[in-house]
C-alpha cells in the first residue's frame, strides 16, 4: 500500500464523507475505486469527460425540445432512414 496525500477544501471534504458515509464508504475507498476505473478503462471515468461538440449540440436540442419523437420502432426506423 502507498499513501497519497492532497489539499482540499475543507468544507468539500466534510461534504464528500457525509456523501460517502451514506454509500458505507471512507475517502479513501471512493479514491482507491476511481484509480481503480481509470487503470481498468484506461480513460477517466465517463462521468469526467468533456462532451464533444456533437454531444453538446444533442444536448441543446434535447433541452430545447427539439427531439425526433416516434409512436412506434418501425415509425422510428423510418425517421433513421429519411435523415440519411
Known amino acids: 500500500m502507498e499513501t497519497i496525500e ?3 477544501d475543507g468544507t ?3 461534504s ?3 456523501v460517502l458515509a451514506e454509500e458505507g464508504l471512507t475517502i479513501p475507498e471512493a479514491f482507491s475505486m476511481f484509480l481503480r476505473s481509470v487503470v481498468h478503462d484506461g480513460a477517466m471515468p465517463e462521468v469526467y469527460r468533456t462532451p464533444n ?3 453538446l ?3 441543446k436540442d ?3 425540445g ?3 419523437n416516434a409512436s412506434s ?3 422510428f426506423m423510418r425517421s433513421l432512414r429519411e435523415d440519411n
Do not use: G
Open 57 to 59: 449540440a444533442a444536448m
Open 16 to 18: 464528500a464523507q457525509q
Open 66 to 68: 427539439k427531439l425526433h
Open 12 to 14: 468539500l471534504r466534510e
Open 62 to 64: 434535447a433541452e430545447e
Open 6 to 8: 492532497f489539499t482540499v
Open 53 to 55: 461538440a456533437a454531444t
Open 73 to 75: 420502432v418501425s415509425e
